[in-house]
């Protein structure tokens, strides 16, 4: 492959290296250059333009991408249509999935060119949750490169499904062991097992000793429990303690005690016949993850689970802080109906406007803008639409008495914009895909802009995020992924989320649009007066329509 500057007479199907804005759009980067697109680089002013162009045997990104993530692709893993030189790899199943390390490092060790990421060596997975991606680096590959990298790596990803369904809970009690203790343990244990499509179809109760506690795991085994797990009343100190002794005394064997995965040390791992038995540790209480559900996911694949294996967890074992992960979803293809929630960014003092005026109750069309801009998210597909307050929160919640939205006060609305933001998308429901943030001081927005948004998400072609364009500009509202949600909630200060568009550049759908309703923010008197002129003289278009009052 060749790459660099070339001469707009040479450049006739070459492919476009970097993104070109032009005041009639843009020239994506990746695009195959036609004569139109010539012509235009050429109305533009421009006589160069940096692009590649593929040699006799090269493979263009997307086919390698396609070729390579079918050849890494093994049981219950399947390939996502390529992208921009990028091939996702999703698990066909829930279950844990295997990683062949060796087989990983050989494909990445073929060419700097080629790379396949992955999640670690297994790691529990929904069905449908993203496993690892294939991206070639650059424009296109050598194809013999391609085939030595598929050779080296066939079948390296694979998702062992969950199998085992029946699980019996046994609680040890002592006296002061509350009964809602049990009880939110198993609540928390139930929807632990829940993903995995397991269920708790067996509770049993004994006293903290050694006989009685016996007596129940042969109970639970007898009962058809494919695992058990028990809760102790007191931790397990010693092999000799209750619940060790008590597997022992039931005919069992102890694997394991101890674990080099904190929170999760005092775990015990036993036998009772081919019934694999877990003494949990006190973290498995918590719905938080922990080092229990390391071996729990692994045995519920039915994998065998050795001390060994248990011993060889220690990098990686210290989870002081792990944030809870959802279990992904499949995205919808295109914008559904309801797939989006709206959040409505009114927290701000207004500052610019001056004499203590705040601009979101200012009346343009005799609505108040905070109005408008609420009444055109409700007239739009977007649902629900959420409004963040801060200054003069009761002032607002007032201007937008009797429409349908769900208001969340920010009480550090003074820290800035990032914080109102992380209000906002906190109240997304987890049922919606994505979120439109849209800002409050807006009152030319129009449901048809949202609409568009929502309508230019497309997963499918690697789009996530979809903003409105005119010519070089960039306008508001943004529609964003729920893939993006822990980065936008992660800014800090009064800053947006610019930066969080120019790196996602590759899934940044452009809508293009006219009239002013995507670009007038009504941050100023004179800004204002324009938004009430616009109004007033019905001259604003398509972009200023909205709900009636």
């Not at 085992?164 to 809970?169: D, H, I, N, T």
Request: net charge neutral; with cysteine; glycine share 10%.
């Amino acid at each position: 492959m060749k790459f660099g500057s070339l001469p707009l007479d040479a450049a006739l199907g070459a492919i476009a290296a970097h993104s070109v804005r032009l005041d009639d759009g843009t020239i994506r980067k990746g695009t195959r250059l036609g004569a139109g697109e010539i012509a235009r680089l050429a109305a533009a002013g421009h006589r160069e333009v940096v692009a590649a162009r593929l040699d006799a045997g090269d493979m263009a990104e997307d086919a390698a991408a396609a070729a390579l993530a079918a050849a890494v692709a093994g049981a219950n893993v399947r390939a996502d249509t390529p992208f921009t030189g990028r091939a996702n790899l999703q698990a066909a199943a829930a279950g844990v999935l295997r990683v062949a390390g060796d087989a990983l490092d050989a494909f990445n060790g073929v060419d700097e060119a080629i790379t396949l990421a992955t999640l670690p060596d297994f790691t529990a997975v929904a069905e449908g949750a993203m496993v690892g991606t294939v991206k070639i680096i650059p424009y296109g590959v050598p194809a013999a490169m391609v085939a030595e990298a598929a050779d080296a790596a066939r079948a390296l990803l694979q998702v062992v499904p969950f199998r085992l369904r029946r699980v019996a809970v046994v609680s040890t009690l002592l006296p002061g062991l509350a009964d809602k203790v049990v009880a939110k343990t198993l609540a928390v244990t139930r929807a632990r097992l829940a993903p995995a499509g397991a269920a708790v179809t067996s509770t049993l109760a004994a006293p903290h000793a050694t006989a009685p506690l016996a007596q129940a795991l042969r109970r639970a085994v007898a009962e058809g429990a494919e695992l058990v797990i028990v809760f102790g009343a007191s931790a397990i100190a010693d092999r000799n303690d209750v619940v060790p002794a008590a597997l022992v005394a039931a005919g069992g064997e102890v694997v394991r005690l101890g674990m080099p995965v904190d929170p999760g040390n005092l775990l015990m791992l036993g036998r009772l016949g081919p019934v694999p038995v877990l003494g949990a540790p006190g973290c498995a209480r918590s719905p938080k993850e922990n080092g229990f559900d390391f071996i729990l996911m692994r045995l519920l694949a039915g994998l065998e689970v050795t001390a060994r294996d248990i011993a060889r967890l220690g990098a990686g074992g210290l989870l002081t802080d792990i944030a809870a992960r959802p279990h992904p979803r499949a995205e919808p293809e295109s914008g559904e109906a309801g797939a989006f929630a709206a959040v409505i960014l009114a927290a701000g003092r207004s500052a610019r406007m001056g004499g203590g005026v705040n601009k979101l109750l200012a009346e343009v069309g005799g609505v108040p803008v905070i109005r408008r801009v609420a009444q055109a998210a409700l007239a739009s597909r977007a649902q629900p639409v959420i409004v963040v307050t801060g200054h003069e929160s009761e002032r607002i919640a007032a201007a937008l008495a009797g429409l349908d939205v769900v208001l969340v006060h920010n009480g550090a609305h003074a820290t800035g914009m990032a914080s109102s933001l992380r209000a906002g998308i906190g109240a997304v429901p987890e049922t919606a895909a994505g979120a439109l943030v849209v800002l409050g001081d807006m009152p030319l927005l129009s449901p048809a802009l949202l609409d568009r948004l929502m309508a230019a998400y497309a997963p499918q072609d690697g789009r996530f995020i979809a903003v409105p364009v005119a010519g070089a500009a960039r306008g508001h509202p943004v529609l964003w992924s729920r893939r993006y949600f822990a980065d936008l909630c992660a800014l800090e200060g009064d800053v947006g989320a610019r930066h969080l568009l120019a790196a996602n550049a590759e899934v940044v759908a452009e809508v293009p649009v006219t009239g002013e309703g995507a670009f007038l923010d009504v941050d100023t008197p004179h800004l204002l007066a324009e938004a009430q002129a616009a109004v007033a003289g019905g001259q604003a278009g398509e972009e200023v329509r909205t709900a009636p009052a």
